[in-house]
């Protein structure tokens, strides 16, 4: 059964730093992986979606990597700001001998960024 | 706009009246999904379909029917609702390749008293 852990649970840091969120999954039969954002009490934003046979995705300050073979993704954030405070999920979508075609999320890792 | 929509945004009920929690996408996806959400336990999947009158269960389908008529429309319905099933719940589509990947709707908080 495919696990999704998101390390760290909670980060909080300086304006301006850069950081990295990391995602770790246990079977690397996936045929996808999307990060997320939420807000407090809202829906869910997708923030980049990497293909099983892609290396990287990236869109403005935000770069994913995933490797398939070790069984994790990264999300990287340059010179972060106070409305980049939310919670970043991780999402693999299951593969074929996964079960349910459907995604396997992480608990997410609660980011604030301090002004 | 592409979007997901999903009504009612909050609904409190009392356990066992039966409810109907509707979903509809506007961008012709075949593919269409319930999560849950809850705290500690994440987002899990209920229910989901690749086209019309084609559903299937997700990790946790038990209390919960779905039906596809329209490919736009997905509606979740508690047909009992138990104060377990209190949550906040999302629908999502895709394209059947996920090419896109999923969208999701802004969620609906459902307590049962």
């Known amino acids: 059964k495919q696990e999704v852990t998101q390390i760290p649970a909670a980060l909080s840091v300086p304006e301006g730093e850069n950081l990295v969120l990391n995602c770790s999954f246990t079977?690397?039969?996936?045929?996808?992986l999307q990060w997320f954002r939420q807000d407090p009490g809202k829906g869910l934003t997708s923030l980049l979606l990497?293909?099983?046979?892609?290396r990287e995705q990236t869109s403005g300050r935000l770069n994913a990597s995933l490797d398939k073979s070790s069984g994790r993704s990264t999300l990287y954030i340059a010179a972060s700001q106070p409305g980049d405070s939310a919670t970043y999920l991780c999402?693999?979508?299951?593969?074929?001998?996964?079960?349910?075609?459907?995604?396997?999320f992480g608990k997410g890792t609660h980011l604030i960024i301090q002004p | 706009e592409a979007q997901v929509t999903q009504n009612p945004r909050y609904l409190i009920t009392v356990t066992g009246k039966k409810l109907t929690v509707t979903c509809s996408q506007n961008m012709n996806h075949e593919y269409m999904s319930w999560y849950r959400q809850d705290p500690g336990l994440g987002l899990r999947q209920i229910y989901y379909?690749?086209?019309?009158?084609?559903?299937d269960k997700g990790d946790v389908p038990e209390g919960y029917k779905v039906s596809r008529k329209e490919k736009r429309n997905f509606p979740l319905i508690l047909e009992s609702p138990s104060p377990n099933q209190t949550s906040l719940y999302f629908c999502a589509s895709s394209s059947l390749d996920w090419l896109d990947g999923q969208y999701f709707g802004p969620g609906t908080r459902l307590t049962v008293t």
């Open positions: 990497i293909q099983s046979s892609q």
């Open positions: 379909s690749m086209n019309v009158e084609v559903t």
């Open positions: 999402a693999v979508r299951r593969g074929s001998g996964g079960g349910a075609d459907g995604l396997t």
């Open positions: 079977d690397s039969a996936i045929y996808n």
